[in-house]
């Protein structure tokens, strides 16, 4: 039997580290015994946020499980701008900025 789970690229981390995740509900593993447990799932990189919300709906706790390979390491990290460039120079649907041009 084939696994049909698609893992996620770099491309796929580079967009969430240059821009935001695309979450999504997703079911929780386990009831909280403190609280309402709502996880979500990036639809993106396939990482997860478990917030956990107080009888009040104020968030409790929140935790990321990161997809193997999102984590960047100290020395590798870049800035939300250099991922971003590097998602650009790959090429995207994204608009092109209008920029002025050089007289000549």
């Not at 796929?12 to 995740?21: A, I, R, S, T």
């Not at 993106?44 to 946020?49: A, K, N």
């Not at 009888?55 to 409790?60: D, E, K, M, P």
Request: with cysteine; net charge positive; aromatic share 10%.
């Amino acid at each position: 039997m084939s696994s049909l789970v698609r893992r996620p690229t770099q491309a796929d981390f580079d967009l969430c580290h240059g821009g935001q995740h695309i979450w999504f509900d997703t079911d929780a593993e386990r009831p909280s015994s403190v609280g309402w447990a709502w996880w979500k799932r990036c639809d993106c990189c396939d990482s997860i946020r478990k917030d956990i919300f107080d009888i009040h709906g104020n968030l409790s706790s929140r935790q990321y499980v990161y997809s193997r390979g999102y984590k960047q390491s100290k020395e590798m990290k870049m800035t939300k701008a250099e991922y971003r460039l590097r998602i650009l120079k790959r090429g995207t649907t994204m608009a092109a900025p209008n920029l002025p041009r050089k007289k000549r």
